[in-house]
């Protein structure tokens, strides 16, 4: 009935919503996954930065972008003058999806389902924190925002406007700037990045 829908959404702050979400059987990732790696940050932001899914490093820890990606966004976000601890970093999905290579756990996608079933908590989360902005980092956080009309290419570097929600500003994901072998291509694309998370800095 609606009594459980009504539990859920009564969330005054972010550890109340966490403690929900810890319990979450919204799609099938919870049944490998570690445990649930909810978003962090202050109570109280100007800046949303949401990503796209937790990956080993972060599955282990439960936090968000602790790993590889997490230490470049740390650098990028510090050249372009954005104060990680200010801002409230979360995913797009919250539980690790991954395929195990002998000893490893591979990265996985989220599927379009399982974005649409965790931007629930997303959605949840941006309720109570009514940021100034959001910061899509790539097209799964994107998607979760936007739905899947909106593309990265075209807008990336944009900050656009829906309807009676916080301006998204999109950008790539940094796992993106790990994969890119051309040595001068990586630095182009970390430039445009920096550059993109300084219009964050700008709009605030
Ligand atoms: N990549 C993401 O999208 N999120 C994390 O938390 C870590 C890596």
Redesign the pocket.
């Known amino acids: 009935g609606p009594a459980l829908a009504l539990d859920v959404a009564d969330a005054e702050n972010i550890a109340e919503l966490r403690h929900q979400a810890e319990g979450c059987t919204r799609c099938d990732l919870y049944r490998h996954a570690t445990q649930i ?1 909810f978003g962090e940050g202050p109570g109280t932001v100007e800046i949303v930065l949401v ?5 080993d490093q ?1 599955d282990l820890t439960g936090r ?2 602790v ?1 590889p ?2 230490r470049l966004l740390d650098r990028c976000l510090d050249e372009a003058g954005l104060d990680r601890q200010r801002c409230y970093v979360t ?1 797009a999905v919250k539980h690790f999806k991954f395929t195990p290579r002998g000893k490893r756990r591979l990265h996985s996608k989220p599927n379009a389902g399982e974005i649409r079933r965790c931007a629930w908590w997303l959605g949840a989360e941006l309720n109570i924190l009514q940021p100034k902005l959001v910061v899509a ?1 790539g097209a799964s956080a994107l998607y979760a925002l936007l739905g899947p009309k909106v593309k990265l290419t075209p807008e990336r570097g944009h900050i656009l406007h829906p309807a009676n929600r916080p301006p998204v500003l999109v950008t790539i ?1 940094p ?1 993106y700037l790990l994969r890119i072998r051309d040595e001068a291509d990586q630095r182009r694309q970390r430039r445009d990045f920096v550059s993109d998370l300084h219009k964050a800095v700008e709009f605030r």
């Open positions: 790696v990503g796209e899914q937790p990956g972060e968000p972008f790993g990606a997490g995913n980092l994901h796992s």
